[in-house]
């Protein structure tokens, strides 16, 4: 049985202050929830988030990560920086890190090696722009990304991975995939998964579906047999949406 795990990718949205307001309240409407659930704040709030979520259940991730340890790095942020602020899960590869600020695969890969290094727990963000999808390249980009993105990554530390299935053309465009386009998207990824690391790590591997969840499609999605969890990025910034996605009805 794998458990659900859904998490909010705040985005460059919520100040230290709002995010502390916020975290509070998402903390008191989600008690007693039975799904893994983690926010992911910026940068410079993670520390209000953090000290608010002490003693909660709700896990703090960060949406980015350096890949280097320490240095001359101007405007990064260091894994042992993130885990002296307490964040537990660290986001890589998100695709608007690879198109806005040129990720390739090596350097998310670089950064995941660094990740699971500093014990993190890792969202591996993989996903196909409209254009590779259209001329049907899905597959081909799917497995370069999770290929690349986990070489040198051995069996025993893939209980620290999850994936996260976003197509790019469906990330904060309102755009769905449909549950059944998204579930055979997933169950490629724990194909490839399976050759890599055999059957058994693939059948516990979690697969996030990101891109336009929201409280009247969540259900549906998590219906589907290789669909985990959701990585919601617009929804997660109010109650009124995160909360009924957290609690979706399972089937
Ligand atoms: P969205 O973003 O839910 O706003 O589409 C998802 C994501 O980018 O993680």
Same mark, same amino acid.
């Not at 969840?213 to 047999?225: F, G, Y």
């Not at 919601?232 to 089937?251: H, Y």
């Given at each position: 049985?794998?458990?659900?795990?859904? #998490? /909010?990718?705040?985005?460059?949205?919520?100040?230290? !202050? %709002?995010? *502390?307001?916020?975290?509070? &309240?998402? @903390?008191?409407?989600?008690?007693?929830?039975?799904?893994?659930?983690?926010?992911?704040?910026?940068?410079?709030?993670?520390?209000?988030?953090?000290?608010?979520?002490?003693?909660?259940?709700?896990?703090?991730?960060?949406?980015?990560?350096?890949?280097?340890?320490?240095?001359?790095?101007?405007?990064?942020?260091?894994?042992?920086?993130?885990?002296? #602020? /307490?964040?537990?899960?660290?986001?890589?590869?998100? !695709? %608007?890190? *690879?198109?806005?600020?040129? &990720?390739? @695969?090596?350097?998310?890969?670089?950064?995941?090696?660094?990740?699971?290094?500093?014990?993190?727990?890792?969202?591996?963000?993989?996903?196909?722009?409209?254009?590779?999808?259209?001329?049907?390249?899905?597959?081909?980009?799917?497995?370069?990304?999770?290929?690349?993105?986990?070489?040198?990554?051995?069996?025993?530390?893939?209980?620290?991975?999850?994936?996260a299935?976003?197509?790019?053309?469906?990330?904060?465009?309102?755009?769905?995939?449909?549950?059944?386009?998204?579930?055979?998207?997933?169950?490629?990824?724990?194909?490839?998964?399976?050759?890599?690391?055999?059957?058994?790590?693939?059948?516990?591997?979690?697969?996030q579906y990101g891109?336009?969840?929201?409280?009247?499609?969540?259900?549906?999605?998590?219906?589907?047999?290789?669909?985990?969890g959701a990585l919601?990025?617009?929804?997660?910034?109010?109650?009124?949406?995160?909360?009924?996605?957290?609690?979706?009805?399972?089937?």
């Open positions: 049985m794998r458990k659900p795990f859904i #998490a /909010g990718n705040w985005k460059m949205n919520m100040t230290p !202050s %709002e995010g *502390r307001a916020f975290a509070a &309240e998402l @903390d008191k409407a989600l008690k007693h929830t039975p799904v893994r659930i983690a926010v992911a704040p910026p940068f410079i709030t993670i520390p209000a988030v953090v000290e608010v979520l002490k003693h909660s259940s709700i896990q703090v991730a960060s949406q980015n990560m350096a890949d280097h340890e320490s240095g001359a790095y101007t405007g990064e942020v260091s894994p042992a920086m993130l885990k002296d #602020a /307490g964040v537990s899960v660290v986001i890589l590869g998100h !695709s %608007e890190r *690879r198109s806005l600020y040129g &990720e390739t @695969d090596a350097v998310v890969n670089a950064k995941l090696h660094l990740a699971l290094k500093h014990e993190f727990d890792v969202i591996l963000c993989v996903g196909e722009t409209l254009e590779e999808r259209e001329s049907g390249k899905l597959e081909e980009v799917l497995k370069r990304q999770i290929v690349e993105g986990l070489k040198g990554v051995n069996g025993h530390a893939m209980s620290a991975i999850t994936v299935y976003e197509p790019v053309w469906a990330i904060g465009t309102g755009k769905t995939a449909t549950p059944q386009d998204a579930n055979d998207a997933h169950a490629f990824i724990r194909t490839v998964v399976e050759g890599l690391y055999g059957k058994s790590v693939a059948e516990s591997l979690i697969i891109g336009s969840v929201k409280p009247s499609n969540v259900s549906d999605l998590m219906a589907m047999e290789h669909i985990d919601v990025g617009g929804a997660s910034l109010t109650l009124e949406q995160f909360v009924p996605i957290v609690t979706f009805d399972a089937r």
